[in-house]
């Protein structure tokens, strides 16, 4: 029997939760330690051979642990904490700040290289899987245009930073793509879209008593970076009817590639992937749990400095042999 892949977790929030339940499932991977800047008396594992330590105390595991998966967030979390932990392990994680994407992965090449380690970065379904499926059939249909919608589901960035406002006591916010735009593209039309015409938010906000709600509703909608270039709704409940209506973390998308063959273009194609996701945090985890198998046997292999899902043959990632997969999946 092959040993186990020995998996460390970085922060235990829902997407750390989420991969500890990933790795359950797997016959071939095994929870070492949960790594955590919270008091450690605070985290019960419900398994006392998962070791829990202070994250100022992870370098004194590198012999123990093979992939250390990152559930750190992509704006203050990951900058910092991916490029110290790819000095000293073999990483993954779901970085998702599209537009730093090319420094993010600099940081991480030049931190896994020195390490002689292997690093994945942006493993989540968009960036990730999304990301794929855009290759791909950009790839196929190469003369086309391709739409990428969120939703309808919670954004937990957006949502944040609505509760950061004064006098906001919860909200959550979700992010729904425009009904009519997707049918249209479906149909076959070829669109120039806007961020407003792809999607719009609505916002469902609980606020302290005594609290001038228009003021509150024009500063979300004013918002730069959020919600300024979208149509958005704000609708005011209180915090009991917030956390009965609107506290699952639903999620989900699509990527269209609409595009033309033969002679003068006159054959449309339409192809499609698509995800409805009743918790966004979990499938992510599973996402990285499966990605931490590839980085090990990559690295395994001798293939060190960052990478990403453009870069990982498929094969890498699945439990099964190449041999089952081509007799069952091929």
């Known amino acids: 029997m092959n040993e186990k892949i020995r998996i460390g977790i970085v922060g235990y929030g829902n997407l750390g939760k989420g991969v500890k339940l990933a790795i359950s499932r797997y016959t071939d991977m095994e ?12 985290i019960d594992t419900k398994d006392d051979k998962i070791k829990v330590a202070n994250t100022s105390e992870s370098h004194k595991y590198v012999d123990d642990i093979d992939v250390m998966i990152l559930c750190g967030g992509s704006a203050t979390d990951l900058p910092v904490q991916g490029p110290y932990f790819a000095s000293m392990y073999n990483t993954v994680d779901s970085y998702d700040n599209h537009g730093n ?8 090449d030049d931190a896994s290289k020195a390490s002689n380690k292997t690093s994945a970065i942006c493993v ?36 944040d930073a609505i509760r950061r406002l004064p006098g906001v006591k919860n909200a959550v916010q979700y992010t729904i793509p425009k009904e009519e735009a997707v049918k249209r593209i479906r149909r076959g039309e070829t669109l120039e879209l806007t961020t407003r015409d792809r999607h719009f938010r609505k916002c ?3 606020v302290e008593e005594g609290i001038d709600k228009d003021k509150i509703a024009n500063t979300i909608k004013s918002m730069p970076n959020y919600f300024v270039d979208y149509d958005t709704y704000v609708v005011f409940v209180t915090e009991e009817e917030l956390k009965k209506n609107h506290s699952k973390m639903f999620h989900g998308g699509f990527v269209i590639r609409s595009g033309y063959t033969g002679k003068n273009n006159i054959h449309n194609h339409i192809a499609e992937f698509s995800l409805k996701l009743d918790s966004n945090s979990e499938f992510t985890s599973s996402i990285l749990a499966a990605y931490a198998r590839a980085v090990y046997r990559l690295n395994k292999e001798g293939h060190v400095g960052v990478k990403t899902v453009f870069d990982i043959p498929l094969k890498y990632i699945s439990e099964k042999s190449i041999e089952d997969l081509c007799k069952n999946l091929l």
């Open 31 to 42: 929870l070492v330690a949960i790594f955590t800047r919270r008091p450690i008396d605070t």
């Open 204 to 206: 469902y906000v609980a």
């Open 124 to 159: 989540g379904w968009d960036p990730g899987l999304f990301s794929m499926n855009r290759i791909l059939l950009e790839s196929i249909l190469s003369n086309g245009k391709t739409y990428t919608f969120w939703g309808p589901g919670v954004s937990q960035g957006h949502s």
């Open 101 to 108: 994407i090319s420094e993010y992965l600099e940081i991480m």
